[in-house]
C-alpha cells in the first residue's frame, strides 16, 4: 500500500467518499475534507463508518456501501442517498450472505483495487456476488418494477 495523500507519511487505510483519495486517520481526514474538491450535494448526507469493528475486522456492509460507490458513474441520478444504504446494513438477507469467505475477499479486493471496474465485472460472473447485488438492489431499489423477485 502506498501513504496517505495528506501527510505521505502513515500507510493509508481510510478513502474519501467524494473523490476517493485515501489517508491515514482523524487528523488527515479532517485535513482533506477542507481541501477536497468534490464536494456533497447538499441533499445526500455524509455518514461516517467506523474503520474497524471492535473484533479489529473491517465490517463487511461497508464493504458493500465502498464496492457500490466506486464503480458509480458518479452522476447524481446514479447515487443512492445513505438512508436507503443503511438499510443493506440492517438486512438480516445481506449479512447471511457476507458470511462466506469467498464473497468477503471478493468485496475487500473491490474496496482496494485501483480498478473497480475491471474486478466488478469480473465479480458479476460468480453467482455468490449476483446473489448479494441481487439483494442490495432489492433492498435500495424496491420500488422499481422492472426487478425481478430474489430467491
Same mark, same amino acid.
Given at each position: 500500500m502506498s501513504?496517505?495523500?495528506?501527510?505521505?507519511? /502513515?500507510?493509508?487505510?481510510?478513502?474519501c467518499p467524494q473523490c476517493y483519495e485515501r489517508y491515514c486517520s482523524l487528523a488527515c481526514?479532517?485535513?482533506?475534507k477542507e481541501l477536497c474538491t468534490r464536494k456533497p450535494k447538499d441533499s445526500? @448526507?455524509?455518514? $461516517?463508518?467506523?474503520?474497524?469493528?471492535?473484533?479489529?475486522?473491517?465490517p463487511y456492509v461497508q464493504h458493500v456501501h465502498e464496492a457500490f460507490r466506486n464503480v458509480v458513474?458518479? $452522476?447524481?441520478e446514479d447515487k443512492v442517498p445513505e438512508e436507503l444504504l443503511k438499510r443493506l446494513g440492517e438486512s438480516e438477507e445481506v449479512k447471511s450472505v457476507l458470511v462466506n469467505p469467498h464473497?468477503? $475477499?471478493?468485496? /475487500?479486493?473491490?474496496?482496494?483495487?485501483?480498478?473497480p471496474d475491471i474486478?466488478? $465485472? @469480473?465479480a458479476m460472473k460468480e453467482p455468490i456476488f449476483?446473489?448479494?447485488?441481487?439483494?442490495?438492489?432489492?433492498?435500495?431499489?424496491a420500488d422499481n418494477p422492472n426487478l425481478e423477485p430474489v430467491g
Open positions: 501513504n496517505c495523500v495528506v501527510c505521505s507519511i /502513515e500507510t493509508k487505510k481510510y478513502k481526514c479532517k485535513t482533506h445526500l @448526507q455524509v455518514v $461516517a463508518v467506523p474503520a474497524y469493528e471492535d473484533n479489529g475486522h473491517v458513474d458518479h $452522476a447524481d464473497l468477503r $475477499a471478493m468485496m /475487500e479486493n473491490l474496496v482496494n483495487t485501483d480498478t474486478l466488478m $465485472a @469480473q449476483t446473489e448479494l447485488a441481487d439483494l442490495c438492489l432489492k433492498i435500495v431499489d
